[in-house]
């Protein structure tokens, strides 16, 4: 593991070593960025490392990425990478860019024992022996000049990677389920993987159900209206209004100044400066787009303490599968999809299928599809469970 460490600030060095190394089997790659501080997050270092060499790409010198980023869409060119979804989302969100042929280490991890996410440093330790430095996993990345040691430790988040690659690609091999890591890295190489659904915020608010239609519309609004002025501002969506008072201006903003004034969580210079527009916002009427997403919306399943009982004992039994294969039930079925079964929308079609329903099996996909009642039965001490 002996490498050539290179820094890139130049456009034109960094456009000559983006054309050396446009051919390679692969390389691995890490980015640093700032995402606190603005609404479009700060690139600023790509780490990359090849046979024999590691780049250090300073991007707030370098603008022109367009060279590395068609090695990232190549599809020829096997790009390696730990916890590759944060690294993939900021490049589609500053360039478009697609990934193709793309490899995993957090993945594979979870599909050979490793409970998933897993960080970088446990998996090395684990895997390669090797314990690494930790005193700059936060770093302030965007201070010229960059901290030596802060460039360590971005040396060492890319430096690891081929050998543990190697090393976890043989333990998947052994197992039977290359094809299985492949598929689940599948689908960053989709442009869908990368779309935003814009009323995702409103639509995940826990009591838009308990809103009337008017309500409803307003919610909807109100974070796009957010999104929007954070965007035009470059600010986080925080800076402009902190989620925690979105229900305040919803409930408020019908009652107007007094409504405001009674209520005095809010400071009063944030309502005073946008209340005109919360506003015109409550005033306007609802378009058909607005009324047909919410037409769409499925209504919130009763209180049924059976079917909760069932879906528990279903995640157990899931649980279960995943120990014995040792493979991460977070990877297999995040919680966040199956707590989708228990309020009675399904899972995603996806989540059933492929590598996920080889593990399951044909009776646990069955029972995860149809969403079955459970009856318990004590038959001579044992317990006997039963899907109508």
């Not at 869908?192 to 308990?210: G, M, S, T």
């Amino acid at each position: 593991m002996n490498y050539s460490i290179h820094f890139l600030d130049q456009q034109r060095d960094f456009d000559e070593t983006m054309e050396s190394i446009a051919h390679v089997a692969w390389l691995g790659f890490d980015t640093e960025f700032v995402g606190e501080k603005t609404f479009v997050p700060i690139l600023c270092l790509i780490q990359i490392v090849v046979e024999h060499h590691i780049y250090l790409v300073d991007t707030m010198q370098i603008t022109d990425l367009s060279r590395f980023l068609e090695i990232v869409a190549d599809p020829d060119v096997l790009k390696i990478t730990h916890a590759g979804d944060n690294d993939y989302r900021l490049l589609n969100i500053l360039y478009g860019t697609v990934p193709q042929n793309t490899v995993d280490t957090q993945i594979a991890a979870g599909f050979v024992g490793y409970n998933y996410p897993a960080g970088f440093a446990k998996i090395v330790e684990r895997e390669l022996r090797v314990t690494l430095a930790k005193s700059h996993t936060v770093a302030n990345w965007e201070a010229r000049p960059l901290d030596p040691k802060a460039l360590d430790y971005a040396v060492e988040d890319v430096k690891y990677l081929p050998a543990l690659h190697s090393k976890l690609t043989h333990k998947l091999r052994l197992l039977h389920r290359e094809a299985w890591a492949r598929e689940e890295n599948l689908k960053w190489e989709q442009p869908e993987c990368y779309r935003v659904d814009p009323y995702k915020e409103a639509l995940a608010n826990d009591h838009i159900h308990q809103l009337d239609f008017k309500e409803k519309i307003m919610l909807l609004r109100l974070y796009q209206w957010r999104r929007e002025k954070a965007a035009a501002l470059n600010v986080p969506k925080e800076a402009v209004l902190q989620n925690r008072h979105v229900s305040i201006v919803l409930r408020a903003t019908k009652g107007g100044q007094n409504a405001f004034k009674a209520n005095r969580t809010l400071h009063e210079g944030i309502w005073r400066k946008h209340l005109p527009e919360w506003e015109t916002l409550w005033k306007t009427p609802a378009t058909d787009a607005e009324r047909d997403l919410l037409k769409s919306l499925p209504a919130p399943a009763p209180d049924d303490p059976d079917h909760e009982w069932a879906m528990d004992l279903l995640y157990h039994f899931v649980k279960r599968q995943c120990l014995e294969n040792e493979i991460s039930a977070a990877l297999l079925l995040p919680k966040g999809e199956f707590n989708k079964l228990i309020a009675g929308n399904g899972p995603e079609l996806s989540l059933l299928t492929g590598w996920r329903a080889d593990l399951l099996g044909e009776n646990l996909v069955q029972w995860l599809n149809r969403q079955g009642v459970v009856s318990m039965e004590w038959q001579d001490g044992t317990c006997v469970l039963k899907m109508k």
